[in-house]
């Protein structure tokens, strides 16, 4: 089964390597990441979507926490906006190009280039629809495809935010597990 | 103050109370070591760099401070590994100091270079590669909170030479910040009553500590949790000396080479308090077959810890000290229903080794040498056969008083462990056990034990051969024995003359006691050489089938 994890974390060099590393190391599979600087431009967050059974998201949790770079972790559950970007590079000529495009219309994807005999579809979306896109697009001759890793939002009001000490957010004493 | 960020890595270890230091010193450090030459740091200088991680874990453990080592870039660096994931494995707070290449060739695989952050990553609790002069006395203070708080663990600070030579203005920091980084030392008030409503509901309640239960000074709290809960304690190998083993509710060493009772008394149990142990899987052996009648607490102040290796019942995050004070205060008064009785039986049961007829029975050594210490002696192991032997046999009596390399089993840390005990605590006895194998793994730290005076008592329990996989080439590959026999040893004796050390070869039975008495009195260091019986084993052969070992399985 699949989880997906928000991480915030210190944005320090090195820190992406620490937490890809802990996974590696410890025999956990990360199905996707994706990386970037949050709107606090000393905290970055990363999304990891990682497969494996309660007891292994438990331990990765942990182990995450354990980082002394992580500031956050937090699980995103079915109640969330998640989205993959994919690019796709696909040979359209005068005679299927309208197949194509009637294809990507379908999916509400875009073309974002078009050469003589190439292109280039941008799609949005949930890993599942653009695995559906890309499975379209292989009766004809996709060239060359790059895909992101998940990113993931809670819909709502319910945010990850890191929250500092002096405000409360973290009471000594109070931590179960 | 305007100084070299040299001179600002031995002001902060100067304002971090840092009294000694084992090194070696090398070309990307020379400008910290002449930082060094002007202050009161003691610096021991070590014949390899493993050895002074692993003094500095010895002297840590005996002492609670952090150890302190240091070494120069590359291979000077790549040494101490060893000594840093040994550390990290058992959880012994260090600050590891290496050398780095200027910052400006870091990267471009220069003389001397190795990615030491990189290479440490997976056995350090944090570690460093600084790349501002002006975040020395930050790094400093942050590394030596780490390393102490929480779960304790080495952190690495690698400083390029340029870094050392380059000038800051040193002001250091009375606090450290670090958001990611807030262990709970106060365990949560409801689980703490959850616990104390199932150690009163119980009938066979048994305490196994952990390393965590010496690291936080729980000894006092312990016993009188036990005393009062009528519990018998087992200990995890890293948990020796944090009950007095001479108690009448000690079970002593449990696990796949613990002792009948120990494993017996966790087998029956009906509730299992952990208290800092992390159960790993030589305490546990089969964790299906562990401990399966009883309802388990585990208190740690490492979260991750908690249900990683054995399903808990009730889970409480927090310093074993802390958290237990706060559950005395509560109303632990437990009826005993026999179980007590029925675990003195299981404690009569003691297995010997085997019948010695080739050499000297090690047991019979251990339980002299236990009888005969006094109650604050310090003892040091080697890893192998007598490591277990003395985990089984010697009764220590005092915390921080039995220092063994536990999680990561490394040979050869016995001999600089014992150096950096000694240097830690020059009042008491240390004595060092240590096999023929293990002592010549870092045989060249005789010449650290002389050059600093340091009184260690080494007893090299020679049986010709690395005993422990012997033993498993005997009970497990029809006794084909292969590279286990240690041909070419030297003659002990005449070593420990060459170095300048007292030393002396027993070989027959009514001599221990008369040699054992002859090292305790010696003022100095000196080796004696006991020629073991290389048929002596941890487990019998005969016993194979014995419960013993089988733990959580009987009945």
Request: charged share 25%.
């Given at each position: 089964?699949?989880?997906?994890?928000?991480?915030?974390?210190?944005?320090h060099?090195?820190?992406l390597?620490k937490?890809?590393?802990l996974?590696?190391?410890?025999?956990?599979?990360?199905?996707?990441?994706?990386?970037?600087?949050?709107e606090?431009?000393?905290?970055?967050r990363?999304?990891?979507?990682?497969?494996?059974?309660?007891?292994?998201?438990?331990?990765?949790?942990?182990?995450?926490?354990?980082?002394?770079?992580?500031?956050?972790?937090?699980?995103?559950?079915?109640?969330?906006?998640?989205?993959?970007?994919?690019?796709?590079?696909?040979?359209a000529?005068?005679?299927?190009?309208?197949?194509?495009?009637?294809?990507?219309?379908?999916f509400?994807?875009?073309?974002?280039?078009?050469?003589?005999?190439?292109l280039?579809?941008?799609?949005?979306?949930?890993?599942?629809?653009?695995?559906?896109?890309?499975?379209?697009?292989?009766?004809?001759?996709?060239?060359?495809?790059?895909?992101t890793?998940?990113?993931?939002?809670?819909?709502?009001?319910?945010?990850i935010?890191?929250?500092?000490?002096?405000?409360?957010?973290?009471?000594?004493?109070?931590?179960v597990? | 103050?305007?100084?070299?960020?040299?001179?600002?890595?031995?002001?902060?270890?100067?304002?971090e109370?840092?009294?000694?230091?084992?090194?070696?010193?090398?070309?990307?450090?020379?400008h910290?070591y002449?930082?060094?030459?002007?202050?009161?740091?003691?610096?021991?200088?070590?014949?390899?760099e493993q050895?002074?991680?692993?003094?500095?874990?010895?002297?840590a453990?005996?002492?609670?401070?952090?150890g302190?080592?240091?070494s120069?870039?590359?291979?000077?660096?790549?040494?101490?590994?060893?000594g840093?994931?040994?550390?990290?494995m058992?959880?012994?707070?260090?600050?590891?100091?290496?050398?780095?290449?200027?910052?400006?060739?870091?990267?471009?695989?220069v003389?001397?270079?190795?990615?030491?952050?990189?290479?440490?990553?997976?056995?350090?609790k944090?570690?460093?590669?600084?790349?501002?002069?002006?975040?020395?006395?930050?790094?400093?203070?942050?590394?030596?909170?780490?390393?102490?708080?929480?779960?304790?663990?080495?952190?690495?600070?690698?400083?390029?030479?340029?870094i050392a030579?380059?000038?800051?203005?040193?002001?250091?920091?009375?606090q450290?910040?670090?958001?990611?980084?807030?262990?709970?030392?106060?365990?949560?008030?409801?689980?703490?009553?959850?616990?104390?409503?199932?150690?009163?509901?119980?009938?066979?309640?048994v305490?196994?500590?952990?390393?965590?239960?010496?690291?936080s000074?729980?000894?006092?709290?312990?016993?009188?949790?036990?005393?009062?809960?009528k519990a018998?304690?087992?200990?995890?190998l890293?948990?020796?000396?944090?009950?007095?083993?001479?108690?009448?509710?000690?079970?002593?060493?449990?696990?796949?080479?613990?002792?009948?009772?120990?494993?017996?008394?966790?087998?029956?149990?009906?509730?299992?308090?952990?208290?800092?142990?992390?159960?790993?899987?030589?305490?546990?052996?089969?964790?299906?077959?562990?401990?399966?009648?009883a309802?388990?607490?585990?208190?740690?102040?490492?979260p991750?810890e908690?249900?990683?290796?054995?399903e808990?019942?009730?889970?409480?995050?927090?310093?074993?000290k802390?958290?237990l004070?706060?559950m005395?205060?509560?109303?632990l008064?437990?009826?005993?229903?026999?179980?007590?009785?029925?675990?003195k039986?299981?404690?009569?049961?003691?297995?010997?080794?085997?019948?010695?007829?080739?050499?000297l029975?090690?047991?019979?050594?251990?339980?002299?040498?236990?009888?005969?210490?006094?109650e604050?002696?310090?003892?040091v192991?080697?890893?192998?056969?007598?490591?277990?032997?003395a985990?089984?046999y010697y009764?220590?009596?005092?915390?921080?008083?039995?220092?063994?390399?536990?999680?990561?089993?490394?040979?050869?840390?016995?001999?600089?462990a014992?150096?950096?005990?000694?240097?830690?605590?020059?009042?008491?006895?240390?004595?060092?056990?240590?096999?023929?194998?293990?002592?010549?793994?870092?045989?060249?730290?005789?010449?650290?034990?002389?050059q600093?005076?340091?009184?260690?008592?080494?007893?090299?329990f020679?049986?010709?051969?690395?005993?422990?996989?012997?033993?498993?080439?005997?009970?497990?590959?029809?006794?084909?024995?292969?590279?286990?026999?240690m041909?070419?040893?030297?003659?002990?004796?005449?070593?420990?003359?060459?170095?300048?050390?007292?030393?002396?070869?027993?070989e027959?039975?009514?001599?221990?006691?008369?040699?054992?008495?002859?090292?305790?009195?010696h003022?100095?260091?000196?080796?004696?050489?006991?020629?073991i019986?290389?048929n002596?084993?941890?487990?019998?052969?005969?016993r194979?089938?014995?419960d013993?070992?089988?733990?959580?399985?009987?009945?």
């Open positions: 089964m699949k989880h997906v994890l928000a991480v915030l974390v210190e944005n060099p090195g820190v390597s937490v890809s590393g996974f590696s190391r410890r025999g956990f599979n990360i199905y996707s990441l994706a990386v970037c600087v949050t606090d431009p000393s905290i970055s990363i999304t990891i979507v990682v497969e494996g059974d309660e007891y292994t998201v438990e331990q990765v949790t942990k182990q995450l926490n354990k980082l002394i770079d992580v500031i956050k972790v937090s699980k995103i559950g079915h109640d969330s906006v998640t989205r993959e970007l994919a690019l796709i590079k696909v040979r000529d005068s005679e299927n190009r309208h197949q194509i495009i009637q294809i990507i219309n379908i509400r994807a875009q073309i974002v280039d078009v050469a003589r005999d190439y280039i579809v941008e799609i949005t979306g949930d890993s599942e629809k653009i695995t559906a896109l890309v499975d379209m697009l292989k009766d004809y001759d996709i060239k060359e495809m790059v895909r890793g998940a990113i993931a939002l809670d819909r709502g009001s319910k945010m935010k890191y929250e500092d000490v002096d405000r409360g957010g973290y009471q000594n004493g109070c931590n597990l | 103050m305007k100084m070299t960020g040299a001179e600002a890595v031995v002001k902060a270890l100067e304002l109370k840092v009294e000694l230091i084992f090194g070696y010193p090398g070309g990307a450090v020379t910290i002449d930082a060094l030459y002007g202050s009161n740091i003691h610096h021991v200088l070590v014949r390899n050895a002074a991680a692993h003094a500095a874990n010895g002297y453990r005996v002492t609670g401070k952090v302190v080592c240091i120069t870039s590359g291979p000077g660096a790549t040494n101490m590994i060893t840093i994931a040994t550390a990290y058992d959880s012994i707070p260090m600050v590891a100091i290496t050398g780095q290449v200027p910052l400006s060739m870091v990267g471009r695989d003389f001397q270079e190795a990615d030491i952050t990189g290479a440490t990553e997976p056995f350090t944090y570690s460093y590669l600084v790349k501002d002069v002006n975040d020395i006395p930050r790094i400093f203070k942050e590394a030596f909170y780490l390393a102490s708080t929480g779960r304790p663990g080495p952190v690495l600070i690698d400083i390029p030479k340029d030579m380059d000038t800051l203005n040193f002001e250091y920091p009375q450290v910040k670090l958001r990611g980084y807030k262990p709970t030392y106060q365990g949560h008030p409801g689980q703490i009553k959850r616990m104390a409503k199932a150690i009163l509901g119980s009938s066979r309640p305490i196994c500590i952990g390393g965590g239960a010496v690291s000074n729980a000894t006092e709290e312990i016993v009188k949790l036990a005393e009062t809960i018998p304690v087992a200990s995890t890293m948990g020796i000396g944090a009950f007095p083993g001479d108690h009448e509710l000690s079970l002593g060493f449990l696990g796949q080479h613990g002792v009948y009772a120990a494993n017996r008394a966790v087998a029956e149990a009906d509730l299992l308090i952990l208290l800092g142990a992390r159960m790993g899987d030589r305490a546990t052996g089969k964790t299906q077959e562990f401990a399966q009648r309802k388990v607490i585990h208190v740690d102040i490492d991750a908690i249900g990683k290796n054995i808990v019942d009730i889970p409480i995050v927090g310093d074993i802390t958290t004070k706060e005395l205060k509560k109303n008064n437990r009826q005993d229903d026999g179980w007590l009785s029925k675990v039986e299981w404690k009569s049961k003691v297995q010997g080794v085997g019948h010695c007829t080739q050499g029975n090690p047991m019979e050594i251990i339980k002299t040498l236990s009888d005969m210490v006094p604050d002696t310090i003892l192991t080697d890893v192998g056969q007598h490591q277990m032997w985990a089984r009764k220590t009596r005092k915390p921080r008083s039995f220092i063994t390399s536990g999680g990561l089993g490394t040979m050869g840390y016995g001999l600089p014992a150096l950096g005990a000694k240097l830690g605590c020059r009042h008491k006895e240390v004595i060092l056990i240590v096999g023929d194998g293990g002592l010549q793994m870092n045989l060249g730290e005789l010449a650290t034990i002389v600093e005076k340091a009184e260690v008592k080494i007893m090299i020679n049986n010709g051969y690395l005993g422990m996989v012997r033993e498993i080439q005997q009970q497990l590959h029809g006794e084909r024995y292969y590279q286990t026999a041909k070419g040893n030297p003659d002990f004796v005449k070593l420990a003359h060459a170095y300048g050390i007292e030393a002396f070869r027993v027959r039975e009514e001599e221990i006691l008369g040699n054992i008495r002859q090292l305790l009195e003022k100095g260091p000196i080796i004696g050489e006991f020629v019986d290389p002596a084993n941890v487990i019998p052969v005969s194979r089938e014995d013993e070992t089988r733990i959580g399985s009987v009945g």
